[in-house]
């Protein structure tokens, strides 16, 4: 797990009993939180609680793959959406992979029918997720 923060991130870790100060900066009211920031230090995405360490792995993924696609940098965002989806099957980031790689097709090429494609694909492995229902104003496109 060490290994995929430190591929993909500069993990910090900030004791509150220590630095309570930034507690209050980042508005952490719960331990253990995970904030993930870029470059500037604008806040992208943020969860609260425990998970296993397979799991942890695919949402830090997933959010920074969020964060990618925030940056317009589709490629990196690409990449790890896909190596949620294949790396990380049974986690609880998977449907939401799903959800954003249809989301970041459409973004790199302006085609929306990966949209719809991304629908199917929840529809058919996830039905009870609630990033099917999020997708299903896709199903009016075409494909």
Not at 92 to 118: D, T, W
Request: glycine share 6%; charged share 30%.
């Amino acid at each position: 797990m060490s290994k995929v923060v430190t591929d993909w991130f500069i993990p910090v870790r900030i004791p509150g009993d220590k630095q309570g100060d930034l507690f209050v900066k980042y508005l952490v009211t719960w331990t253990p939180t995970i904030v993930i920031l870029d470059e500037e230090g604008r806040e992208h995405y943020r969860f609260t609680g425990f998970l296993t360490p397979e799991d942890l792995c695919a949402r830090i993924i997933m959010d920074g793959a969020k964060t990618e696609l925030t940056l317009k940098n589709y490629d990196l965002a690409l990449k790890r959406l896909t190596d949620v989806i294949e790396k990380y099957k049974g986690t609880c980031a998977v449907p939401e992979a799903i959800f954003y790689l249809g989301v970041a097709k459409y973004l790199s090429s302006h085609n929306p029918k990966p949209l719809r494609e991304g629908l199917d694909r929840l529809r058919k492995e996830f039905p009870q997720s609630e990033w099917t229902l999020r997708a299903k104003p896709y199903e009016l496109i075409s494909l």
